[in-house]
Nanobody, 123 residues
Framework: QVQLVESGGGLVQAGGSLRLSCAAS????????MGWFRQAPGKEREFVAA????????YNADSVKGRFTISRDNAKNTVYLQMNSLKPEDTAVYYC????????????????WGQGTQVTVSS
């Protein structure tokens, strides 16, 4: 069992930055692939970024490439999402997730989810 708690969301102006954190409980954090997803009102949950168990491989959605960076610290059981050059269309609830399936872009591949943190980007 893994419990995930996101933090770091908030209100920011377009062009600004935020760093989201996701703290995980449990001793097996380093064996999980970690992902970030987001869901805007009236839209489906969409993949944002994912990182392998070791942190050696990362994957980003085209919509955030060059702006968002995912990283993890296995010693702290934490995964991060650094978000730069934010746009109003990045406004959503952001969720972190843990899983073992290699199809990292699929929400169904993840077994555990956090409660989400709101990110609002004003124009």
């Amino acid at each position: 069992q893994v419990q995930l708690v996101e933090s770091g969301g908030g209100l920011v102006q377009a062009g600004g930055s935020l760093r989201l954190s996701c703290a995980a409980s449990g001793r097996t954090f380093s064996s999980y692939v970690m992902g970030w997803f987001r869901q805007a009102p009236g839209k489906e949950r969409e993949f944002v970024a994912a990182i392998s168990w070791s942190g050696g491989s990362t994957y980003n959605a085209d919509s955030v490439k060059g702006r968002f960076t995912i990283s993890r610290d296995n010693a702290k059981n934490t995964v991060y999402l650094q978000m730069n050059s934010l746009k109003p269309e990045d406004t959503a609830v952001y969720y972190c997730a843990a899983g073992t399936d290699r199809r990292l872009w699929r929400a169904a591949s993840y077994d555990y989810w956090g409660q989400g943190t709101q990110v609002t980007v004003s124009s």
